[in-house]
């Protein structure tokens, strides 16, 4: 049996077809699906390009096929290609193969309403919260409160309707988008954690944690990176020695850094772009001291998870998982600059504490390792399979 996998990811294909990202979203993620089914279709929009950009990598491959859904930005664009995109869809899933839609986001919504209007079933993985995406801190958009609003309301209807459902975090997601009484519901981080992305052992720390890294797409401002650079900025001036290097790219680079300029931390603040590879971004990371993550919304973040693997300790937000990972000494509130620098401030100058945290995190991280949560996802698959059953052409026959 065939899985579609819905998201609301964008991609990018070469003139041969083959399809690449330069998130998660790549052919090591969608191979795990392999263990149950025996072919993976990606489904989402892609762009055409002649040149493959540093730090994308390939999402197709043996046993995993890609889907192009015709590609579009923003509501508006959705709307002026929304026939194109819905007849897409509509010929892509098939009757009788299993549907997962990655919730959530107006293209797998959109998927969701065709499976629910065409009477077949679909399970739903929860990555992310769209009621803190898009609140007051979130997008700029202008329908930002209608956003909030509809997409908030129909993932909790698509969850309701699903036959399974798989959230990221193990609590927060859940209370919010709970699944329908009797649906098979599931837990699990989608992080990809093999054997070599464990340090050997917890760090000692004998001085302060000088030098910070933060680890997240600049697309959006959901990861907070303004936030930091602030944070930076404030501590710089009352004496602490502090660096920061930001490892990602996107369109808010260009604003991020004439802010770090203009608050007199652009020589302590790096921005070092897109990496290519998970052994580049863990070399970032064992280079560190102290991983920062002050986002405005969040699923279960996988950066502060493979962060935590390498033995750091971490600052973050009150927000989605981080609480699930994070003690509450080392969180503060989203969006509040004076609380992140009190909790960066106050580990960064504590060397016990930080190799307490050091070794705390990594056992933590050894939680969600890959052979630790490869059965669980296996178990959330077999589960869509079991619901997903191949339906006859034929009605069948009736018994006297």
Known sequence: MRVSVVLEQRFIH?????????????????RRYLSVFEEVQVVGRSQAVTEVPAGFRRVDGPGVRFLPVPYYQGPLGLLRRLTGVSAALWRGLEPGEAVIV????????????LRWFRGH??????????????GPDGTRHPLRPLFRTLLTELTRLHCRQAVAVQYVTREALQRRYPPAAGVASFGVSDVHLPPEAFADAPRVYQGRARHTVLVGSLEQRHKGVDLAVRALAVLRAAGHDLRLKVVGDGPLRPGLEALAQELGVAQACEFAGQRST??????DLAGAELFLIPSRTEGLPRALLEA???????????????PELLLPDTLAPPGDVDELVRAWGALASNPAQLSAHSGRNLALARTYADATLDEQRAGFLRSVRAHSRPQSPFPPARTS
């Open 14 to 30: 070469t003139p041969d077809g083959s399809t690449y990202d330069n998130g998660h979203a790549t052919y090591d993620h969608w």
């Open 102 to 113: 990655r919730l959530s986001g107006v293209l797998v919504h959109l998927a969701a309403a």
């Open 121 to 134: 079933p679909f399970a739903a993985e929860v990555i992310n919260d769209p009621y803190l995406g898009y």
């Open 278 to 283: 998970p052994a580049e971004v863990r070399r």
């Open 308 to 322: 935590m693997a390498q033995g750091l300790p971490a600052v973050g937000s009150a927000v989605g998982g981080i």
